[in-house]
């Protein structure tokens, strides 16, 4: 495929910034707020919130949209419901039938 390994030099963030954004994101979003008990529960909160961040979050470069598109429903169609994600550190919002 012609793919070839990029080594960065050590202690150099501003060499790839595309994964230092990713890790950024993840600590103040996710693991800033809450307890790591063991690798265990670490995995389970991490596997939540990559859902939550491939799912639902907003993101610019999608002008605000999610990576899942959301239909969008008039304000007189029922009611919003709030859907608790990552352990209830994150939510979503829907609008469902009254």
Not at 40 to 50: A, E, G, M, N
Not at 54 to 69: F, G
Not at 77 to 88: A, T
Request: glycine share 6%; charged share 30%; with cysteine.
């Amino acid at each position: 495929m012609g793919i070839k390994e990029v080594v960065t030099a050590a202690q150099s963030p501003w060499q790839n910034p595309y994964v230092e954004r990713l890790i950024g994101s993840i600590r103040r979003e996710c693991l800033d707020h809450v307890i790591v008990w063991n690798e265990r529960s670490l995995r389970q909160t991490l596997r939540s919130y990559f859902h939550y961040y491939e799912k639902s979050r907003t993101h610019l470069a999608l002008a605000k949209d999610a990576p899942e598109p959301r239909a969008v429903h008039k304000p007189e169609n029922g009611f919003i419901v709030e859907i608790p994600e990552v352990g209830g550190l994150h939510h979503r919002y829907e609008r469902r039938a009254a």
